[in-house]
């Protein structure tokens, strides 16, 4: 056999620069959580391309998964059932896009409330200021004092020369009170039944219900 592959030799081709692709690849749709579900395992991917369908293309040793021609992430591949394999960079942003995610929702339902705090919150972005910490302290005074309240001593504060904080907008939510001779605030935290149980609720018309009733008697 050594003697016959000698004199073979010169005549095989040599095995191409490339090797042969032999990955497995699949298309996986990604739904709300940044993981792709392959092999009955979760590998992370960054939180941009969640609801996306895209590709993995996995070998015995590795899973890639890519958007298109771009690599999202290269995971060592489980042979576990139920693991998730994660990058921490995937994590991070995942905590930041959630951080984030709450802020805009804060600061939407403060300036539905009140809407001077757009202004503020404009002038304190000026500044460079931490806006979700004074998102944060706002929301806390609208439960304390209510959106009137809190509406009227933004404006105080925004046509004063006190810095577009919470602190100013604390005192003059102080100095208000104390000029109606009013008791100081008390937080309450209530279970959430209980603080939708004032939920505008938009009722039906009666008549609905004499005409459930004579069907009802039709069918008897």
Not at 159 to 176: C, F, G, I, K, W
Request: aromatic share 4%; proline share 7%; charged share 25%.
């Amino acid at each position: 056999m050594r003697e016959a592959f000698a004199r073979e030799q010169p005549s095989l081709l040599a095995l191409p620069e490339n090797p042969y692709p032999c990955e497995l690849q699949l298309a996986v749709t990604v739904g709300k959580q940044p993981y792709v579900r392959f092999d009955l395992n979760d590998y992370s991917i960054p939180p941009t391309h969640v609801r996306r369908t895209l590709t993995v293309r996995a070998d015995p040793g590795r899973v890639r998964i890519l958007d298109g021609a771009d690599l999202l992430a290269t995971h060592e591949r489980s042979y576990d059932r139920g693991a998730q394999v994660e990058i921490a960079a995937h994590l991070d942003a995942l905590v930041a896009s959630k951080r984030e995610a709450r802020h805009h929702r804060g600061l939407d339902y403060l300036a539905h409330a009140a809407p001077a705090s757009r202004t503020l919150m404009l002038r304190a972005a000026e500044r460079g200021a931490n806006l979700g910490n004074i998102t944060a302290q706002l929301l806390r005074l609208l439960d304390r004092y209510g959106a009137a309240e809190l509406q009227a001593a933004i404006e105080e504060t925004l046509a004063s020369d006190a810095a577009p904080h919470q602190n100013p907008v604390r005192l003059a939510l102080e100095r208000r009170r104390e000029a109606r001779q009013a008791p100081p605030p008390v937080a309450i935290s209530l279970p959430e039944h209980v603080r939708n149980k004032d939920t505008l609720v938009t009722p039906h018309r009666l008549d609905i219900y004499d005409q459930l009733n004579g069907a009802h008697d039709e069918h008897d």
